[in-house]
């Protein structure tokens, strides 16, 4: 079974996920958390093996969550799903030890493999989503005259 934490601050999400993932024979919610201070808790507590999470919550944002989580366990597998696709969303998701980073509008069977994906040691980042990644990465490298 693939023991799974949900850390999202909208009730109607939570439930959704509960739901989905309560279906699949492979997978089971071991807590759900409304805030990222509570998420960063309950993934002290339980150990689940993969952690969905929102970057917009109350008491710490989801790259905190990331971050304080990482720091504990690097080896930590964790997928941002979230409505905001900027670039530097991303680069902060990713760049904090994300392995996944997913929209809200994702089909399910696309949440479902993720998490499996992410699960079996791999990344999931959907081709829109890589694409700003890696525009981001490249201005990273431009010197600021250059992206002037």
Same mark, same amino acid.
């Given at each position: 079974?693939?023991?799974?934490?949900?850390?999202?601050?909208?009730?109607?999400?939570?439930?959704?996920?509960?739901?989905?993932?309560?279906?699949? +024979? *492979?997978?089971?919610? %071991?807590?759900?958390?409304?805030? @990222? /201070? &509570?998420?960063?808790?309950?993934?002290?507590?339980? !150990? +689940? *093996?993969?952690?969905? %999470?929102?970057?917009?919550?109350? @008491? /710490? &944002?989801?790259?905190?969550?990331?971050?304080?989580? !990482?720091?504990?366990?690097?080896?930590?597998?964790?997928?941002?799903?979230?409505?905001?696709?900027t670039h530097e969303e991303i680069y902060r998701a990713v760049k904090a030890g994300a392995a996944?980073?997913?929209?809200?509008?994702?089909?399910?069977?696309?949440?479902?493999?993720?998490?499996?994906?992410?699960?079996?040691?791999?990344?999931?980042?959907?081709?829109?989503l890589a694409s700003k990644l890696a525009l981001r990465l490249h201005d990273e490298s431009l010197?600021?005259?250059?992206?002037?």
């Open positions: 079974m693939i023991r799974v934490l949900l850390a999202d601050d909208h009730a109607v999400v939570l439930e959704g996920l509960v739901a989905m993932i309560g279906r699949q +024979p *492979d997978m089971e919610v %071991v807590a759900e958390a409304d805030n @990222g /201070l &509570d998420a960063v808790e309950l993934w002290r507590t339980h !150990r +689940p *093996d993969v952690l969905l %999470v929102d970057l917009r919550m109350p @008491g /710490l &944002d989801g790259t905190g969550v990331i971050t304080e989580i !990482r720091r504990v366990d690097v080896g930590a597998r964790i997928i941002v799903l979230t409505t905001f696709d996944g980073y997913l929209l809200k509008d994702a089909r399910r069977g696309e949440v479902l493999e993720a998490v499996r994906r992410v699960h079996a040691g791999h990344y999931r980042l959907p081709a829109e010197t600021e005259r250059e992206q002037d």
